[in-house]
């Protein structure tokens, strides 16, 4: 009898261990999903903001282009060159963010 009493304790105490074993990594696994989603928010925030400010910026740097070629060439020729110009950065942005998916997959 005394031995299937200490075999039904150690077993509790095994399960007792198991639980705290169990708690520990979920509470530490917890502590790492609020961080890595504070991070996500933090970074969606910053790019909603900072996207809107980007385009404004890139649209009057694009029109001060146009404005300043309409007085060396024609008006279609300046609108060419500077939707040229847009279309390639615009591309050189997408190959970059392309190459920073990639590394990071």
């Not at 847009?86 to 190459?99: C, D, M, N, P, S």
Request: aromatic letters at 8%; proline letters at 2%; glycine letters at 8%.
């Amino acid at each position: 009898m005394k031995a299937i009493s200490q075999f039904v304790v150690h077993v509790f105490d095994l399960i007792e261990a198991e639980g705290v074993a169990l708690r520990s990594a979920v509470r530490s696994e917890a502590q790492r999903a609020r961080e890595t989603s504070a991070d996500v928010a933090t970074g969606f925030a910053l790019l909603l903001t900072s996207v809107p400010v980007l385009l404004a910026g890139f649209g009057l740097l694009a029109a001060g282009m146009m404005w300043w070629l309409e007085t060396i060439v024609s008006r279609p020729l300046a609108a060419g060159i500077t939707g040229a110009v847009a279309l390639v950065l615009g591309g050189a942005l997408l190959f970059t963010f392309r190459q920073i998916a990639r590394r990071r997959t």
